[in-house]
């Protein structure tokens, strides 16, 4: 069985049972697939209206930890929808384990923040390669798969996926995150669209 939304507030600080029981019926009330759209600044917002709302057994003012997790929570829920995994954490997680996967997904979105930025001088990058016969296809393909996992796609994920040999998406849970998410990425959808047409200007 899956943890609990009781459970994982639980688990990540929320301790006093009626402020945690609000906060989950307010943050939770279309379960973890409403978090997917939730941005940073939507996160930001939610918790800083907790503070000064004064119904029930509001306000509820978070520490900079429990901020943090919230966040975490929400990217995690991302990251899971970006592989089409279900949304759950297994109910034998402890509330360390539970951390360290809020933690780690904290650090993969500060990450795709500096490779976003660090991608952009790609887009418009020339290849040192020039495909002008089958000679040059080895070099050229091996350039081409470099500058695309520099790039990050509408999506989130290295447009590397968008070339990947494998159209059936497939996540392979004892891959780093990192790599999983290129074979597990599904080839389909406005973003997947959006990233094959950046990948074709490239090319």
Not at 66 to 83: A, F, H, N, S, T
Not at 105 to 121: T, V
């Amino acid at each position: 069985m899956p943890l609990t939304n009781i459970a994982i507030f639980t688990n990540m600080g929320f301790a006093e049972r009626d402020q945690r029981n609000a906060i989950i019926a307010d943050f939770l009330s279309e379960g973890l697939v409403g978090l997917k759209h939730m941005s940073s600044e939507d996160v930001r917002d939610t918790c800083a209206g907790y503070a000064k709302r004064t119904d029930g057994v509001f306000p509820i003012v978070f520490t900079p930890i429990q901020k943090q997790r919230m966040q975490g929570l929400v990217l995690w829920v991302k990251d899971m929808v970006r592989i089409d995994q279900p949304l759950e954490f297994d109910g034998g997680m402890t509330a360390a384990e539970l951390k360290d996967v809020l933690g780690k997904a904290l650090e993969r979105e500060r990450r795709r923040n500096d490779q976003k930025k660090e991608g952009e001088s790609y887009l418009d990058s020339d290849f040192n390669t020039r495909l002008k016969s089958g000679a040059q296809w080895e070099k050229w393909i091996e350039e081409l798969e470099t500058n695309l996992c520099q790039i990050i796609g509408k999506n989130g994920v290295p447009l590397t996926y968008v070339i990947r040999e494998t159209e059936t998406a497939i996540f392979a849970a004892d891959q780093p995150y990192k790599t999983a998410v290129i074979q597990a990425t599904v080839l389909d959808g406005a973003d997947y669209t959006y990233d094959t047409r950046t990948v074709h200007k490239i090319i």
